[in-house]
């Protein structure tokens, strides 16, 4: 089956453990992003990558890292997390462009930093 | 800024046409409309996207005025699991292809 799949599902942490959200996708998609969505704010892009060893920031990169080391993974690394990290998050891939072929997103991770 | 506008719900009955109406007043020629929907806290799920023709899937017609400044997205025959928050998002295209996503509006289908 076609998926994004995210790892862990839900994650409790403390503030300043560094933790690592994994995206894997197996549709040979070349595009990923990470988005964040909080109450009121919608969903935010935090970054994305175009393909292997290709990333930039979206809108809310602070406080957040990516790597591309593989295509079909796009891991979210949160250094040192802090409170307002809270969030539930959602990977997403595409074939291309997004314009073009839209986006999958998997089933989110909630992340709470205590 | 999600360049699209929406009202904050509606609802309809089970079997009946839903009608989701979406201003985009300041859409760029190049730039396409798309709906997601999202149910529950799940991952978003792509239902359909255009440019300036109506376009037509399995879920959903998209009807697009000439003047490309509103679109309309219509479920056919709403069932009680189409009831979600849908997103109408003009879509930044370029290099970086992002989904801007506003509050989107909350769609309950009633039995």
């Known amino acids: 089956e076609a998926q994004v799949t995210q790892n862990p599902r839900y994650l409790i942490t403390v503030t300043g453990k560094k933790l690592t959200v994994t995206c894997s996708q197996n549709m040979n998609h070349e595009y990923m992003s990470w988005y964040r969505q909080d109450p009121g704010l919608g969903l935010r892009q935090i970054y994305y990558s175009m393909n292997v060893e290709v990333t930039d920031k979206g809108d809310v990169p602070e406080g957040y890292k990516v790597s591309r080391k593989e295509k079909r993974n796009f891991p979210l690394i949160l250094e040192s997390p802090s409170p307002n990290q809270t969030s539930l998050y ?3 891939s595409s074939l291309g462009p997004a ?3 839209g986006y999958t997103f998997g089933s989110g991770t909630r992340l709470t930093v205590v | 800024d999600a360049k699209t506008t ?3 719900s509606m609802d309809c009955a089970e079997g009946r046409a839903a009608n989701l109406p979406c201003n985009h007043s300041t859409i ?3 730039e396409y409309v798309y709906w997601y929907r999202q149910i529950h806290s799940q991952g ?3 239902i359909i996207h255009g440019l300036k023709n109506n376009e037509t899937n399995e879920m959903a017609s998209l009807i697009i005025t000439e003047d490309r400044k509103s679109s309309t997205l219509i479920l056919p025959h709403a069932t009680l699991r189409d009831t979600a928050v849908y ?4 879509l930044t295209t370029g290099a970086n292809s992002k989904l801007t996503f506003g ?3 909350t769609l309950s289908v009633r039995p």
């Open chain 1, 99 to 101: 314009e073009v072929y």
């Open chain 1, 90 to 92: 959602f990977c997403a």
């Open chain 2, 87 to 90: 997103y109408c998002i003009v």
């Open chain 2, 6 to 8: 929406q009202p904050t």
């Open chain 2, 44 to 46: 978003p799920q792509y």
């Open chain 2, 103 to 105: 509050k989107g509006i």
């Open chain 2, 28 to 30: 760029s020629g190049n």
